[in-house]
């Protein structure tokens, strides 16, 4: 069975820096890309970062573009979400998922595995 575990939410300041983690567990990690979502209160999930199986190519939704940075790691089974400059408009619950083969992609229909979500809140 496929688990995906996300940590590293929490309550920030605007203009400060948080580290999202996803331990992945149930099925061969390097095999698959890997991609992170939010969804805010009253809004529609919303597409965040997105990593192929390696590591060697990424996709940033526009508004994280620069101030967001996804990166894994095969070995530890582990996906990160490294956010910058957070801003109020970040706030939102994030959501880890495990796409359905090896390549990076943005819609969430392609991804099989969802984690629970981690809460991020930042503060004006």
């Known amino acids: 069975q496929v688990q995906l575990v996300e940590s590293g939410g929490g309550l920030v300041q605007a203009g400060d820096s948080l580290r999202l983690s996803c331990a992945a567990s149930?099925?061969?990690?390097?095999?698959?890309?890997m991609g992170w979502f939010r969804q805010a209160p009253g809004k529609e999930r919303q597409f965040v970062a997105t990593?192929?199986?390696?590591?060697?190519?990424?996709y940033y939704a526009d508004s994280v573009k620069g101030r967001f940075t996804i990166s894994r790691d095969n070995a530890k089974n582990t996906v990160y979400l490294q956010m910058n400059s957070l801003k109020p408009e970040d706030t939102a619950v994030y959501y880890c998922?495990?796409?359905?083969?090896?390549?990076?992609?943005?819609?969430?229909?392609?991804?099989?595995?969802w984690g629970q979500g981690t809460q991020v809140t930042v503060s004006s």
């Open positions: 998922a495990s796409r359905k083969n090896s390549n990076w992609g943005t819609n969430p229909d392609d991804y099989d595995y």
């Open positions: 149930g099925r061969t990690f390097s095999n698959y890309g």
């Open positions: 990593i192929n199986w390696s590591g060697s190519r990424t």
